[in-house]
Structures are given as C-alpha cells and as structure tokens.
C-alpha cells in the first residue's frame, strides 16, 4: 500500500540545515491499522505529510498503491490525495463557516460528483458517525469530539483507501478519545488503512504494528500482539 | 462549481465583514469617483444626434490674412458666402444660423419683459437636427424668403408664457415686432450642442426660434462670436454684411456619398472662384467636416476634463493598492483554510480560481456601491454646473452602470492577483497543525 525508500527531508533555513527524515524507509500493508510514534520533533508529522503528498521530499523513492509518487505535478497530486488518501487532523480542521453537511462535502466537490450523489454519500458518512441529524449545525455548535466525528466523516466520505491521522485524540477528553479510536477500528476492519502519529502509548499498543521514530529514522517496529491476535 | 465558489465568497465575505467592508468602500470610491468623469467624457466626447451625424456637414472656408499672425481660420461663414450656398444648396436640406438677444414682451400684464437667448435659423434646421415638437412644426422656406413673422418657442419659454399649454396660434412681441406662434419644442438638449459650438458647447439650447432672414432684416442685436479680418467701410447694417466678417453657422444635409463628393467639389469650386475674385486668402485642407469631425476640430471637449481623467484615475489606483493590502491581508488570514481544501484534494489552480471569483464577488459590491457613488458625484456637479451648461445627460445609464460594475470587477481581480498567489502558494503542511 505505501512504501517509502531511504526517503531524507531536508529543511534548509539560511543559517540551519534540518534532517527531518534520514534514509527513511517504511512499508505499510493493505488493510493494516500502524500508530507511529516518537519524542516531539523526531520527524512523525513530516513522515506524515509526506504520505500524504503534502510534502516533497528532497530524495528517496514513495511508492503509494504501486505509483511512484515522487514526480507527480501539484495537479496530479491533488487527485492522488482526493482520491486515495484521508485525513484527520489534531484540531479538526473544520471550516467554520460552513455547516457538517457542506463540511463532508468539501472532498466530493473537488472530484466533481453529481449533486444527487454527493447528497447520498455525504448522509450516509455524516450517519456512519452517528451526527446525520445535525448535518445543519456548524462545528462550533458541536463538541470537541463530535467534530473530530464529522472530521472523519469528511475524511470517508471520498472512500479512500488509505487514511492519515496526526494524533486525531489529542484534543479529546479520555472517553472521547476512547469512542474516537472505536470508530477508528471499524474504519479499519471495513479495509481502510490507517496510519497514526500519537503520543500517546496506550493508543499505539492498540494498533497492528507500533513504528517508533527517532531523529528522522525508523528505530524500531513492533507487531503489536493483542492486534496480530 | 462557480455557484459554490459564489457561495464560498459570500460566507468568506460574512466571516470578515469589516474587512471585507472597508475594501468595498475602497472600490466603490475609486470606482464611482472615476466612473463620475467617464461619465462627462462619455457624453462630451460623445455623438450627438448618431443616426445622422454623418451626413450633417458643415461648411468652413480659408477665411483671413496672412499678414495677421497665427491666425486661425474662423469657423463661422461671412454673410456673402452663407446668402450664397443658401441660394446655391437648395437643393439640399441646409440652415444657415446665428445666435440673437431680444427683449419679449408676455402677453397681459402679468409678466414683465425680459430678454430672451434666440437663434435665427433657416426652415430646414428643423427637420436636419431632429428637433422635436411638442406642439405645432417650424415654417416653410416661403417664411424664410418673406421674413414671415414665426416663432417656435422652447418648452420652458412656452411654460413662461403660456403655463405650457398649446401656444400655436397665440401671438408673442418679440424686439417690438408681433410673432405667431408657429411651434413649440418637446424635450431637447443636445449635448454637446452641435449646431453650434462657438461659444460655450454645452449650454442650455435658445428659448426662441425665428426665420434667420428676420434676424438680418429687422438688424436684430446678434449674439456669439463675430471674426473680423479685414475692416470694413461705414458704420451702416449692410456694412457689417458685406464686410469680411465670420459670425454664420452653415450646415447642410447630404445622405450619399455620391451627394457628399458633389457638394465637396461645389465648395471646393466656390472657394477657388473667390479666391480668383480676391477673396479667401488663406489656405485651408479641409472644407467640409461631418458633426463628429467638427467637434473634434473645434476641440469640444474641454481640457479640465482630461485633468479630470488623469485624477480620477490616480484615485482608482490608490483605492486598488489599498484593496490590494487589504485582499492580502485576508487571503493570507485564509491559509489554513487553503491547506485544508489542499488536503483534501484542491489543487493550486482550483484555489485561484475560488479566489479570483472571491475577488471579483467583493469587486461587484463594489461596483453596485460604486455605482450610488457615482450618482451621487453627479448629483454634485449637476448641481454646481446647472446654470452654466446643460446637465440632463449627467446621469447613469444602463451601458454605464454596466461598465461600473464590470470595471470594479475587473480591477478587483486584477488587484487580487498577487496576494491570491500568496495565499495559494502556501505550504499547506505548515497551516494544518497549527489551525
């Protein structure tokens, strides 16, 4: 599903060169549920990023679904994103202006979906996370953790294979995040795959396989047991 | 999509309304203020009588001395020539005319006298200017032979007069000499006031219409211009006729090009026969102008209105770079929403283009603002200028107000075209951490 080789990101300022990511490599399999984590600044969200095209990397090979992902144009890479890959972010990213409905709506409108068929997709996303009778409120009126509810919904509902997530429970209460990582299951035992950055370690035990980042580099991978089981 | 980017402009709009106000205000100043000064050169530099200005011609010949320095040739005709080519053109629709002041005397006792702007003018002036009658029609050319007593009254001397009733028929002293009341006129106000531009062009058309043959046979007091290039001999009315004297507007109608070149041929004949004779020693290019040819030659359109053009102009682009740090400000406050459409399947072209409608959105409330602005500014100078010149064509119409709206549009955009690439330039995986 996506495989990454020897990836290295370099910020350059005038005074600092950063390695965010040295001689990365990481491969992750359909249908696997992988938490990613590490210290801050060890290069997680650039990783991420990076998986999510919203990153270019200074060298290395991406190989997302079997497509060599590294030369893609902004155009091509925009349709990859929209396509294959869904987001959720810490803080939502909602758009505050415009009500659940038209926040779900957002990936559709960039695929050029027929009306009637955004109408039907958008229901049945804003239903499977339990918020379809407010699809007219907007984020503002809703918790924390039903937005990060009408966030997934939003990143579903372009059904993507493969979905990103950059700690989508760090804003939540325990219990939120708790109800927040169910959903995230089922996503997954529906097919998609997942990949999360947490910090939090209870979370990443709760995944497949546990990578563990330091300085830019994969420094362990775990297969978590009570997942294989 | 361009319902939805509408509607995106619209909340985007709702979410920063004093920003997005204040680069409103700033479109619709410049906007109005400039569309206030293309609406006087669009009129002043306008056609006015444009199914007919083409065949409308008048007539100048190589009038002057060349001893007087810089002299220009007179635009007018000297009595001798105008009495001439309206002997000589009858076959043709043609007026000669001239401005007069006289003093009227109402009928009863209610009104004083007082002294009216009127204009002699041949019968044929009429029907060759489109003129529009409210009551009654002009006179006929056996009027113009016999120095028929005729008036045509204008709208607001008939008002005076008669509280605007049907006036044909009534009787009018005028210079101390009965008048019949032939017509009166509708709504008229040539602007520029073509048929004559000899002194101010825009002024208010004459209050009274008589045969110009009165105006020379009863020496009425003439008014407007009179160049002289030669003095003449004796004090006496016929005198001043047959002097070298220039104070006679002469048009003539001609609707072919066929009649056009004939006539030219005429005048071009005349003049080397005068010139044969002694008279017309200048040497002239061109002696026959259509209207537009002829305001242009006459330089109609004032010079304060370029002035005018180039501030109003300079305001607009003050008001655009303001919008610009203005647009700035509020595309580059929308980053992280960009980062999020970025990632969820935006590319940087489909974000331009929200923008630039974005923009175009706020530069059409502008331009509707703009719009009361502009109408408000003519308000203003409509005001200022009503007793000087005529001011009904101050007014926004249809093609105006939709060059308004477009033009703020237009320049909106154009203003937002750097700061929208700023915004879509953004790297949109430093905008969603941190939103």
Redesign the interface.
């Known amino acids: 599903m996506l495989q990454m080789n020897q990836i290295n990101k370099v910020f350059l300022t005038e005074m600092v060169e950063t390695h965010a990511l040295k001689d990365f490599s990481l491969q992750v399999l359909e249908g696997e549920f992988v938490t990613i984590t590490g210290p801050s600044g060890c290069g997680k969200t650039t990783f991420l990023n990076i998986a999510g095209l919203l990153e270019t990397f200074s060298n290395g090979q991406y190989l997302l679904d079997g497509e060599d992902v590294s030369r893609l144009s902004d155009f091509q890479r925009a349709k990859v994103r929209n396509e294959k890959i869904g987001f959720i972010f810490q803080s939502f990213n909602l758009m505050p202006d415009l009500n659940l409905f038209d926040n779900v709506d957002v990936p559709l409108r960039y695929r050029g979906v027929r009306a009637a068929d955004r109408r039907t997709r958008i229901e049945k996303a804003l239903d499977s996370v339990g918020l379809l009778s407010r699809k007219n409120h907007l984020p503002s009126q809703l918790s924390g953790g039903q937005q990060q509810r009408v966030a997934i919904a939003r990143a579903l509902v372009g059904e993507p294979r493969f979905l990103l997530a950059d700690e989508p429970t760090g804003n939540l209460d325990s219990n939120t995040a708790t109800g927040v990582m169910e959903l995230l299951h089922e996503i997954n035992a529906a097919g998609t795959t997942i990949v999360m950055v947490t910090h939090d370690p209870s979370l990443a035990t709760q995944s497949h396989r546990n990578i563990h980042i330091l300085d830019g580099q994969v420094k362990s991978d775990n297969i978590n047991q009570v997942q294989a089981a | 999509?361009f319902l939805?980017y509408i509607r995106l402009s619209l909340?985007?709009y709702?979410?920063n309304p004093i920003l997005s106000s204040l680069m409103v205000l700033a479109i619709a100043i410049g906007v109005g203020a400039y569309m206030v000064i293309f609406t006087l050169n669009y009129y002043m530099g306008g056609d006015p009588i444009p199914h007919k200005s083409s065949q409308l011609y008048h007539v100048q010949f190589d009038y002057g001395d060349p001893a007087i320095a810089d002299f220009e040739p007179p635009p007018q005709l000297t009595y001798i020539d105008a009495t001439a080519l309206l002997r000589a053109t009858a076959g043709h629709p043609r007026t000669a005319s001239s401005k007069f002041v006289s003093v009227m005397e109402p009928p009863g006792d209610e009104l004083r006298p007082f002294y009216v702007n009127g204009r002699g003018n041949s019968s044929d002036f009429f029907a060759m200017f489109d003129v529009p009658f409210q009551y009654g029609a002009g006179w006929d050319r056996r009027a113009d032979d016999t120095q028929q007593q005729v008036i045509v009254l204008s709208d607001e001397l008939n008002e005076r007069l008669f509280g605007g009733a049907d006036s044909v028929g009534q009787n009018v002293v005028l210079d101390g000499l009965n008048f019949t009341v032939s017509g009166v006129l509708g709504a008229w106000s040539p602007a520029p006031k073509f048929y004559d531009v000899n002194n101010n062009s825009f002024e208010p058309i004459e209050e009274a219409y008589i045969p110009w043959s009165l105006v020379v046979g009863q020496e009425m007091q003439r008014a407007g211009n009179t160049n002289c290039w030669k003095a003449f001999e004796g004090n006496s009315f016929q005198a001043f006729l047959n002097a070298e004297c220039a104070w006679i507007q002469f048009w003539v109608e001609l609707n072919t090009a066929d009649e056009q070149a004939q006539y030219l041929d005429f005048i071009n004949n005349y003049a080397a026969e005068q010139k044969q004779l002694g008279r017309m020693p200048m040497q002239i290019e061109k002696r026959l102008y259509d209207v537009n040819e002829w305001l242009a030659y006459n330089e109609v359109q004032p010079d304060e209105t370029r002035i005018l053009t180039a501030l109003a102009t300079m305001l607009l682009a003050v008001c655009l770079l303001n919008t610009v740090g203005l647009l700035l400000s509020k595309f580059l406050g929308k980053s992280?929403?960009i980062?999020?459409?970025?990632?969820?399947?935006?590319?940087?072209?489909?974000l331009f283009i929200q923008h630039v409608i974005e923009a175009g959105v706020i530069g059409a409330i502008g331009g509707i603002l703009g719009l009361g602005v502009a109408a408000l500014g003519l308000e203003g100078i409509k005001v200022l200028l009503d007793d000087l010149i005529v001011t009904d064509w101050m007014q926004l119409n249809l093609t105006v107000a939709f060059i308004t709206v477009a033009l703020a549009i237009v320049s909106t955009i154009v203003a937002g075209i750097y700061p929208i690439w700023r915004a879509c330039n953004v790297?949109?995986?430093s905008h969603?951490?941190?939103?």
Do not use: D, F, I
């Open positions: 999509m939805y909340l985007s709702k979410r992280s929403e980062g999020v459409r970025m990632a969820l399947g935006a590319n940087r072209g489909s790297n949109p995986a969603l951490k941190t939103q």
